[in-house]
Structures are given as structure tokens and as C-alpha cells.
């Protein structure tokens, strides 16, 4: 009966965990909202403590950060930390994208390529959300082969850390979102072409600094690690 319980604790906490993620991930839970243990938990229907277990996960993954005298907050991603992160991402899945390179299949490469063709129909349709998901989608299905099960893990943290806020990149940059249609079908061109490893992870680098360039250019000169990123 014990072991029992225990499962169903378990189980709570997972559910728990998945809905919160979800919310923070998806923009129902905004940068800086308060995540209240009781109120959250009579929402989900639930005790407190799968509550707490999950808003302590997030934590942990860096989704959620806790404030003295304040509480759990979903974590908020100023301009500097958001092109730091897309930096790092950069260099990381530059790398893991050159190693899942030659493991591709002409399959393989025809899917990412269907993939990119329906986020070319999200632009048309001004479906943000659906142009991220599928976004997600193209990258991993180079990564997602890379043998380094800890390199990848570091990757889907720094995705889902900037996942909250990608739709709203999206609306205020609509002419990023056609342009990195293009670097994806170059990469995938590269690919076909049998380019060597060096090259294909310096496209998908580039790939992902041609974002921080576009988002910088919205944005006051004021913040300097982008601009020394950028040699600006």
C-alpha cells in the first residue's frame, strides 16, 4: 500500500511538472508571474506538494528562479541573457548539428526539408507558434542523432529557457522568420552535397548568429555584451 502511494505521488508530480512546463513554454505563464503553491494547486486540482516538487524542477532547469521575500517566478530573460543564450546555442549546436551531419539519410534530409516547407506556410499564415514548433523540430532532426547524450541535454535546456518567448521574436521580427527559411535550406543543401563537417557547423553557427544580428538591430545600443558579440 505504501509503494502505492508512493506512485501516486509520483505520478502527481509528474503531471504537475508537465503542465507548468507547458504553460511557461507556450506563454500562458509569462516572464515574472508569481507561481503560487495554493492557488495552483486548487487550479490543477491538487495537493500542495507535487506543486512545490515541480515548481522546484523548473527551477532547477532554470525555467523558474526564486526571489527572497517574493517567491517562485517564471524567469525573466532580459536582452543580454537572451543573445547570451542564443551565443551558446550557437556554438553547441553548431557542433552537434556537424556530427549528426553524415548520419542523415537522403530520408532524413527530405523530412527536415517537408518540415521547412510547412514553417514557410506558418510565415504565410501568421501561425508563430506553429513556425516554433516546427522550428524545434527541423533543428532536432539533426542533433537528435549527435552520440553526446550530455551535449544534446545542455541544448534542450537552452531551448526550452528560450521557448517562452520565440512567438514574440516572431511578431517583431516577421522578416527573420522567411530569411532563416533560406539558411535552412542551405544547410540541408550542404548536407546533401556531402560538405565536410567543418563547414556545416559553421553554417548552422551562423544560422543562429544571423538571429542575434536581426534582434540587435531592433534594439537600443545600450546593451553591451550584444554588441561586443558582435563586434559592434
Given amino acids: 500500500m505504501k509503494t502505492k502511494r508512493i506512485e501516486i505521488m509520483q505520478s502527481k508530480h509528474e503531471e504537475a511538472y508537465q503542465i507548468l512546463k507547458q504553460r511557461i513554454l507556450s506563454g500562458a505563464l509569462t516572464s515574472g508571474y508569481r507561481l ?45 541573457r537572451y543573445i547570451g543564450a542564443l551565443e551558446t546555442l550557437a556554438v553547441l549546436e553548431g557542433y552537434a ?25 506558418s510565415v ?10 516546427l522550428n ?3 533543428h532536432e532532426g539533426f542533433y537528435v542523432l549527435c552520440p553526446n547524450a550530455v551535449l544534446i541535454d545542455h541544448i534542450h535546456r537552452l531551448w526550452d529557457s528560450l521557448d517562452a518567448i520565440r512567438h514574440n521574436i516572431f511578431v517583431l521580427l516577421p522578416q527573420r522568420a522567411a530569411s532563416s527559411l533560406t539558411e535552412h535550406y542551405r544547410l540541408l543543401n550542404a548536407v546533401r552535397a556531402g560538405k565536410d563537417p567543418s563547414s556545416i557547423e559553421q553554417l548552422a553557427r551562423d544560422h543562429k548568429r544571423a538571429m542575434i ?20
Fill in 36 to 80: 503560487v503553491t495554493d492557488t495552483l494547486a486548487r487550479d490543477l486540482n491538487m495537493s500542495a506538494s507535487p506543486i512545490r516538487e515541480a515548481i522546484r524542477r523548473l527551477e532547477a532547469e532554470g525555467l523558474v528562479r526564486h526571489i527572497h521575500n517574493v517567491g517562485a517566478l517564471v524567469t525573466t530573460m532580459d536582452n543580454d
Fill in 97 to 121: 548539428t556537424a556530427s549528426a551531419a553524415p548520419l542523415l539519410t537522403p530520408v532524413d534530409v527530405a523530412h527536415l526539408e517537408s518540415v521547412t516547407d510547412r514553417m514557410h506556410d
Fill in 124 to 133: 504565410e499564415q501568421g501561425d508563430p507558434l506553429r513556425y516554433h514548433r
Fill in 136 to 138: 524545434r523540430e527541423f
Fill in 213 to 232: 544580428k536581426a534582434f540587435m538591430a531592433a534594439q537600443p545600443r545600450e546593451s553591451g555584451l550584444a554588441h561586443r558579440i558582435l563586434g559592434q
